[in-house]
């Protein structure tokens, strides 16, 4: 016999999908960067979601590309291990000792922790550093940061060849340096050059805040280059929102034709975004 659930309103759930039909077709075959913040993975339950919606996203003919970060982690290890870290503009300086922790925690148990929730709800999600297949070639930030690096160049293949396969690339942000060096990138910085370099449709950076906020507090919905550019001077964009309004400035000038920054750990924020007319956080658009 048919199930007559009365606890749920399923005329809704039937209504949420049709609705979803422009987007599902807006969306057809668009490159999708989304970056997951180290703050915004929470609990095995919201990591859960997270990977059903980035499969569901997959099935619809969206191409995600998944850029992680992982701070808080850094800092559990690295605490462990008694070694001191400090930040600058939102960026860590980072001298060998904490590049080996960095690398150790972003591609190992960050990253394999993400590509096996995708795995486990049915999607096919391969794990890379930006140092695989000449993905991101680094130069130093700024030698008062250390290993910290800038990408200056992208190679896109491998993930073209991914896409072709239905694989979901999940990326740890460090980068190759031209001597061999292996440098930190920041995560929004990382998944800003990638974004460029394939041009995407969207890039999505997962925080734990709701949107850039003003003075007042509340969340600014749409964001031109000048009001980030006076709200970072003016100290309203502070810490790790600075190295994420100038990706988005840097991924918009590089030809990604939106950024949204919104909190990753609202329930279903990715598919929120993408396929309902409620938009969340703050997107800075091209043009
Ligand atoms: N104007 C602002 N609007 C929102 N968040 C801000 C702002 N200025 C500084 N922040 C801080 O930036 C943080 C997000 O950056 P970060 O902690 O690096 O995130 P993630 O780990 O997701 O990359 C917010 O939690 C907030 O404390
Ligand atoms: C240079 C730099 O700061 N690298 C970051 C990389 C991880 C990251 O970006 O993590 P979140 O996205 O969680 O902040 C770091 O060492 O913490």
Same mark, same amino acid.
């Given at each position: ?21 422009p ?8 490159? %999708? ?38 701070g ?8 462990k ?5 400090e930040? %600058? ?13 960095? /690398? ?10 993400? %590509? ?18 000449n ?9 008062a ?35 061999? /060096? ?13 974004a460029?370099?394939l ?28 009001t ?17 309004? /100038? ?9 990604v ?13 990715t ?10 956080g ?6």
């Amino acid at each position: 016999m048919r199930k007559q659930a009365m606890n749920r309103d399923w005329i809704a759930t039937a209504r949420t999908l049709s609705e979803a039909l422009p987007y599902l077709q807006r969306y057809d075959d668009a490159i %999708v960067v989304i970056k997951l913040g180290g703050h915004a993975m929470g609990s095995d339950e919201a990591m859960e979601t997270f990977a059903r919606d980035i499969v569901l996203m997959q099935h619809v003919g969206v191409n995600p590309v998944i850029v992680h970060g992982g701070g808080p982690m850094i800092n559990q290890m690295l605490d462990k291990l008694e070694i001191t870290s400090e930040f %600058v503009n939102g960026k860590r300086v980072t001298d060998e000792a904490t590049m080996e922790v960095v /690398e150790m925690v972003l591609s190992g148990r960050v990253n394999k922790r993400i %590509v096996q929730a995708i795995n486990q709800q049915g999607g096919k999600a391969v794990g890379l550093s930006g140092k695989d297949a000449n993905l991101i070639t680094c130069d130093a930030t700024d030698p008062a940061l250390g290993l910290v690096g800038t990408p200056s160049e992208i190679d896109p293949s491998i993930l073209q060849t991914l896409f072709k396969d239905d694989t979901i690339p999940v990326i740890a942000p460090l980068g190759a340096g031209r001597n061999g /060096e292996t440098y930190n990138i920041n995560g929004d910085t990382a998944a800003g050059a990638i974004a460029a370099a394939l041009t995407a449709d969207r890039l999505l950076l997962l925080t734990d805040i709701d949107g850039v906020r003003n003075a007042e507090g509340d969340v600014v919905t749409e964001l031109t280059s000048q009001t980030i550019r006076s709200m970072i001077i003016d100290g309203t964009i502070a810490g790790g929102m600075i190295p994420k309004t /100038e990706t988005a400035l840097a991924a918009i000038d590089g030809g990604v034709r939106a950024v949204v920054i919104l909190d990753g750990r609202a329930p279903n924020a990715t598919l929120l975004e993408l396929f309902t007319d409620h938009g969340a956080g703050s997107m800075i658009r091209a043009g």
